[in-house]
């Protein structure tokens, strides 16, 4: 059964650009995802869902509207302020993975645990841990340029989890990895989720749907459907 609210959208819409030349990406979005939970977010290239998943995040503002993380309006903090919310409940899996290229596995996990306010041995210890349970722990001493693109995505998803976030946002996760390995990470995430944890993803993989508890699809900037994943 879900529970509490741990993220929420409330008529957000976000535009890009100035006067003439302004886009609208978002228009009127509203969402929650509650604790207990494994959502998906879908749709078309173009659709607004990775702009809507950095909203809720924290890391872009919404034009207008308001959004909520764990009872907290970060949409109106300052920065620094969204900023320690954000670390304090979220853990993030870019596309990307923004890891940095001159840090080890086990730094690249460690410095974020540092940000927290973490000793360091301490955090050294939880980032070999959480790269362990991704099954890196024995490539968590190479750098990222001596890693393939499936390693690195695992070693964001070290990062996001070794915080033990309540909410864990992902951005296509799973795109960087082969089917086998992919399948294993949403295992993974899946047996994270109980009454004070959620998870939120960005994919346009339909066969992860089996993971599900809800299914939210986006189309043109608004939500047209929110549905039971295979796990409802």
Known sequence: MSGEVLVRATEVTRSFGLGDLTVPVLHGVSMSVRAGELCLLMGPSGSGK???????????????????????PISSLPDAASTRVRRAHLGFVFQTYNLFPALTALDNVAEVLSLKGMALREARARAAEALAHVGLGARMHHRPGELSGGQKQRVAI?????????????????????????????????????????????????????????????ED????????GGLA
């Open 50 to 72: 990775t702009t809507l998943l950095s909203i809720l995040a924290g890391l872009m503002r919404p034009t207008t509207g308001a959004v909520e993380l764990c009872g907290v």
């Open 158 to 218: 070290a990062r996001a989890l070794a915080g033990d976030p309540r909410l864990v946002l992902g951005d296509e996760i799973t795109a960087a990895l082969d089917s086998a390995t992919g399948m294993a990470m949403m295992d993974l995430l899946r047996g994270l989720v109980d009454a004070r944890r959620a998870v939120l993803l960005v994919t346009h993989d339909h066969r992860l749907e089996r993971y599900a508890d809800r299914v939210i699809e986006i």
């Open 221 to 228: 900037g608004h939500i047209t459907a929110d549905r039971a």
